[in-house]
């Protein structure tokens, strides 16, 4: 159980494009979804926290208007680069969490690897 | 804001060999969780310790929550190259939005068969 997917799994874009990552909880409800983003060996950043049919609780240095996070129902969110810039080129992982859970562990998604050139 | 600072950064040992990597933060935690990543792959959740000095086991792999909930340790015995990967610890602060990790760099563990 516990399983997140995430699409799609790589993607690259042109400079000035924008592109909408999915996230989904395939067997659970999450009460929250998070949005991470990291850099080749590096750390997982915190961009933002989403619960569902709420606004966005957005990190401090991460533009609103620039990664728009869209968390519908219980089993997806989405989060748009919008204008993508080589400087967003990176790996962004989503992570889903559920009240229902015993411990407030995430279970993360695969990963999607964006490119932009 | 909250910082966890992970060592080490990089770990190269010889299959058999223990492994132990140390996760400090700056502020009182709620909890501690423990990840793995292996090579191109995802985090994938190993524990939660919650309470002061707790000490928790899952075969090889022993995790400690210091104290003062303020650090923490992984510590593999007997390491075997399925144990490859990155660990990272992410810390809930005591103080701040619930469940709100925040991750250390990770400690990179490389296996010499």
């Known amino acids: 159980g516990a399983v997140v997917s995430q699409h799609p799994s790589r993607v690259i874009c042109k400079s000035g494009t924008s592109v909408k990552i999915e996230c989904r909880s395939l067997?659970?409800?999450?009460?929250?979804m998070f949005w991470y983003r990291q850099f080749p060996k590096q750390s997982l950043m915190l961009m933002a926290t989403?619960?569902?049919?709420?606004?966005?609780?957005?990190e401090q240095g991460v533009e609103k208007d620039k990664f728009l996070i869209n968390h519908a129902s219980l089993t997806l969110s989405t989060l748009t680069v919008t204008s993508a810039h080589p400087e967003d080129s990176s790996f962004y992982i989503c992570?889903?969490?559920?009240?229902?859970?015993?411990?407030?562990?995430?279970?993360f998604g695969p990963g999607t690897r964006l490119t932009v050139t | 804001g909250q910082q966890v600072m992970q060592i080490p950064q990089y770990q190269h040992v010889q299959e058999g060999e223990d492994f132990t990597t140390y996760c400090n933060s700056s502020?009182?935690?709620?909890?501690i969780q423990w990840y793995k990543q292996r090579p191109g792959g995802h985090p994938v959740f190993l524990i939660q310790?919650?309470?002061?000095?707790e000490v928790k086991k899952q075969k090889r792999l022993t995790f400690q929550f210091g104290e003062a909930k303020k650090n923490s340790s992984l510590h593999i015995t007997a390491t075997q190259t399925t144990d490859v990967g990155t660990y990272f610890c992410?810390?809930?602060?005591?103080?701040?939005?619930?469940?709100?990790?925040?991750f250390g760099q990770g400690t990179r563990l490389t296996i010499n068969p």
């Open positions: 992570s889903a969490s559920a009240a229902s859970f015993s411990s407030y562990e995430q279970y």
């Open positions: 992410a810390g809930e602060d005591l103080f701040q939005r619930a469940q709100k990790l925040v």
């Open positions: 989403s619960n569902e049919g709420s606004k966005a609780t957005y």
């Open positions: 310790l919650v309470k002061s000095g």
């Open positions: 502020t009182t935690l709620s909890n």
């Open positions: 067997d659970f409800q999450a009460t929250t």
